[in-house]
């Protein structure tokens, strides 16, 4: 393989690669492909293909630096199993053979370095060749057991570059690994990893300190017993905490404090890492000494959580979550609930403060995982007939109570505006999840809410979690569905940058899907549940269910973009359009007469009997008027105008001083105008003809209607009245005479409607009837007259036998 064609083949390698957990036909296939390419032994006198699959493998590692290794490690381990109980281990001598040969190219490499003009380049490919070691030492550390010698002078790596430290990280979690595994190493050599992992954790900043405390841990529990050695680190930077606390009570403004902030940060952070790994009560560590080091530890920690520097309390609070993962029952204690529960719940607290929280949270729960997998793997090999269920039950015990105590705190962290707290949030409940600790019906809602996050990442991630519950628990979904889609409408609040702008429920990109197409797709399998569910979504259309007029136009939006597959979907959510517009229409309508009657007696004086009736009867008479059919009126057009403008004159004189009626008339009205836009939607989108509607019925059996839509391209869901009532927030402003007009108007044409709601036959001649015309005329002039095309059904109906053009509930149809 010639060099230039490098980049492309390794390009390929990442794409394939990332497909690793894929369903089972791609998965083999992608063991397959690599187990050929990487992991098929290279006869030992080909040292160019050998050169070349090292140079492959390092620079695939190299470009997944950013997005992580987990599928290296998946594919190792995939191909090492499936070899486990074979004679023949082709996989496990083709790894020994990259091992052996990455080593060598790790000390090529460093040769290399003194030269000035690839520098750079061999830098670079040190560090994934040292990558790439430790991810081999991650699935079998044994392999590296005789090179641990060889990679030990690395941490002393002089480090200028951001490879120079990733060098000397990875590097310390190699030997963390491997040193245990060592028969006999020798006295001097690790003698010397101690003393350069403790030179590197006073040297160096929080990333080196945290690997090199680990690997220290490693050396002395596991191997060395060196307990004397750690004890002194931990009291030196134990000893100027304590110092810098008594300072920092006497005098809080001091000037010393300042000086020795970055002593401060570092103790802070390294106190808690060394608590993190190391047991300091054992009598190994303190002696015969009473004092209770984990709280004296705690103590310290919460009080420079309420420090005023924000640094501080970051590091303090990073601290405490190193203390925990070896103490995980000091977060029980009140001060530890207040602490973290504050963070989260306050709206007002900083950013970085949350996250770190929920980091906290996120680690404790990646180490309990990785020690039960480590414990029941120890099982297995030390005594089968154990009951390892029991063993499991007492350490998950721990992690449930504790997650019982942060859970709501950390839901609620979902409606944040800052993603990082969001994608935070949902880590620790994806793997409070897939640890089975909590019941995860209480999770669905949030769930379903994160799925309508912008970052795709996140949604996935919501979604797959979503899939895991519905395969175990079939029908939490569908029972937390319409919870779950107020819940998104709260999330989309939040994140909703401007707030002057209505949210809305479809992305915005070329795609105008519904924020909630992943729950209607997996609801609307089963007939029952997706009918349920659609008729609790158009109930809260009803004027009696009080909902706030943008969540109806967020539902409105997801019911108009939702992925309806059948014809049957749609005509159902039209059917019950027409049933509660019967219903809620007649009651907006009554509601409103009633309120201008009884405040128009309250508003006349107190006059003689005669002047009241007469009052009374020529304001009921104006009413009248206005209330008459208007197809009772003679049909000419040059009238029309005119007696329009005398009936809205007419109600204009009704109308109470007291302008409530009005606002709530016009609030309640959006409901009704939304599923009025939302039928009319959905017609052209599917180009329905009036009669198809007409003629659905929900008993019919599915097969009837089990037809696949015809979607019409371009249709657009846009109700204009809904988004200038948002925008112009007619419900806090104040009313005008014009404001007033247009709403007496919007009352008439919903009066007209209502008269017409039922479409007539059509007349003997094939004339529309007065009656569809009137109907046809209150639809447009309520949708907004010169409206856009979606807003009128203009297409014609290939599935059924006529072509509609009205833009009316009903319609009729042309001969």
């Not at 894929?22 to 992991?39: A, M, P």
């Not at 009025?676 to 019919?700: A, R, T, V, W």
């Amino acid at each position: 393989i010639e060099q230039p064609t490098f980049p492309k083949i390794t390009e390929m390698c990442v794409k394939m690669i990332r497909r690793v957990n894929d369903e089972e036909g791609i998965k083999k296939l992608v063991n397959e492909t690599f187990q050929k390419l990487w992991f098929t032994p290279t006869p030992h006198h080909d040292k160019e293909a050998m050169t070349r699959k090292i140079l492959n493998i390092t620079d695939v590692v190299a470009a997944c630096r950013d997005t992580g290794y987990d599928w290296f490690e998946q594919l190792l381990q995939n191909l090492l199993k499936s070899e486990e109980d074979a004679s023949y281990k082709p996989v496990k001598k083709a790894c020994t053979q990259l091992v052996d040969n990455l080593v060598e190219h790790i000390l090529k490499y460093e040769e290399s370095l003194s030269d000035s003009d690839n520098k750079g380049v061999n830098s670079g490919r040190l560090v994934a060749c040292i990558t790439t070691l430790f991810l081999f030492s991650k699935i079998r550390p044994q392999l590296m057991v005789k090179h641990a010698m060889t990679m030990q002078p690395y941490l002393t790596t002089k480090c200028s570059t951001q490879n120079d430290f990733m060098v000397i990280c990875n590097v310390a979690k190699i030997l963390e690994l491997v040193v245990p595994l060592m028969e006999h190493p020798s006295e001097t050599f690790l003698a010397t990893i101690e003393e350069d992992l403790m030179k590197l954790i006073i040297k160096y900043g929080m990333t080196v300190v945290q690997h090199c405390v680990s690997c220290l841990g490693a050396v002395v529990n596991k191997v060395t017993q060196n307990y004397k050695f750690v004890w002194a680190c931990f009291n030196r930077y134990y000893g100027a905490l304590s110092k810098l606390k008594n300072q920092h009570q006497e005098d809080p403004n001091s000037t010393i404090l300042t000086a020795n902030k970055p002593a401060l940060l570092r103790s802070l952070f390294t106190v808690g890492a060394l608590c993190r790994h190391f047991d300091f009560d054992q009598e190994d560590f303190k002696g015969n000494s009473k004092v209770n080091i984990k709280d004296k530890v705690l103590e310290l920690l919460m009080y420079f959580t309420k420090h005023s520097d924000e640094e501080v309390q970051t590091k303090a609070i990073i601290g405490l979550g190193f203390a925990f993962i070896q103490h995980p029952s000091l977060m029980f204690e009140q001060e530890v609930k207040t602490l973290y529960n504050s963070i989260l719940s306050d709206k007002n607290c900083s950013v970085n403060l949350k996250i770190q929280v929920l980091k906290n949270l996120q680690t404790y729960l990646q180490e309990e995982d990785t020690r039960m997998q480590q414990a029941d793997r120890d099982w297995k090999k030390v005594a089968k007939q154990e009951d390892l269920k029991e063993m499991g039950d007492i350490s998950s015990g721990m992690s449930s109570s504790i997650m019982q105590l942060y859970l709501k705190q950390v839901l609620e962290a979902f409606f944040h505006n800052q993603s990082s707290v969001r994608h935070f949030a949902l880590n620790v409940i994806a793997l409070t999840l897939n640890q089975g600790l909590i019941h995860p019906v209480q999770c669905v809602p949030y769930l379903i809410a994160m799925g309508t996050d912008p970052e795709p990442s996140m949604r996935n991630k919501a979604d797959q979690q979503l899939v895991e519950i519905d395969k175990k628990y079939a029908g939490f979904i569908h029972m937390k569905a319409v919870a779950g889609m107020k819940m998104s409408y709260q999330v989309q609040q939040a994140i909703n940058t401007c707030p002057k702008d209505p949210v809305r429920g479809f992305r915005h990109d070329e795609s105008s899907s519904a924020l909630c197409s992943h729950l209607y797709s997996m609801i609307r399998g089963n007939r029952q549940h997706r009918r349920a569910f659609l008729i609790s979504l158009l109930n809260l259309f009803d004027d009696t269910a009080k909902t706030e007029v943008n969540m109806l136009l967020y539902i409105a939006d997801n019911l108009a973009c939702f992925p309806y597959q059948t014809q049957e979907e749609p005509l159902f959510i039209m059917h019950h359009i027409d049933i509660t517009l019967s219903v809620s229409g007649s009651n907006l309508l009554q509601s409103f007469k009633e309120s201008m009657v009884k405040d128009k007696k309250k508003e006349r004086k107190p006059s003689s009997d005669e002047e009241s009736e007469s009052d009374s009867n020529s304001g009921s008479e104006s009413e009248e008027e206005a209330s008459k059919p208007r197809r009772l009126r003679k049909r000419v057009d040059s009238d029309s105008d005119s007696d329009e403008e005398n009936d809205i004159n007419a109600v204009m004189k009704c109308l109470p001083e007291n302008s409530a009626p009005l606002i709530e008339f016009a609030n309640v009205s959006q409901g009704i105008l939304l599923l009025l836009m939302l039928k009319q939607h959905l017609k052209n989108l599917c180009g329905f003809s009036d009669s198809k509607i007409q003629k659905y019925s929900p008993s019919e059996s599915a097969k009837v209607y089990d037809k696949a839509i015809n979607r019409k391209t371009g249709v657009h869901f846009h109700p204009k009245q809904t988004l200038d009532f948002l925008r112009s927030d007619m419900a806090n402003s104040k009313i005008t005479e014009e404001v007033k007009r247009s709403i007496v108007k919007q009352y008439l044409d919903f009066k007209l409607l209502m008269e017409h709601l039922d479409p007539d036959e059509e007349e003997e001649d094939g004339e529309v009837s007065a009656s569809t015309n009137a109907r046809n005329k209150a639809i447009t002039s309520l949708l907004g007259g010169g409206s856009p095309k979606n807003n009128a059904a203009e297409t014609e109906d290939d599935e059924s036998d006529g072509e509609d053009r009205g833009g009316g509930t009903s319609g009729v149809r042309r001969r």
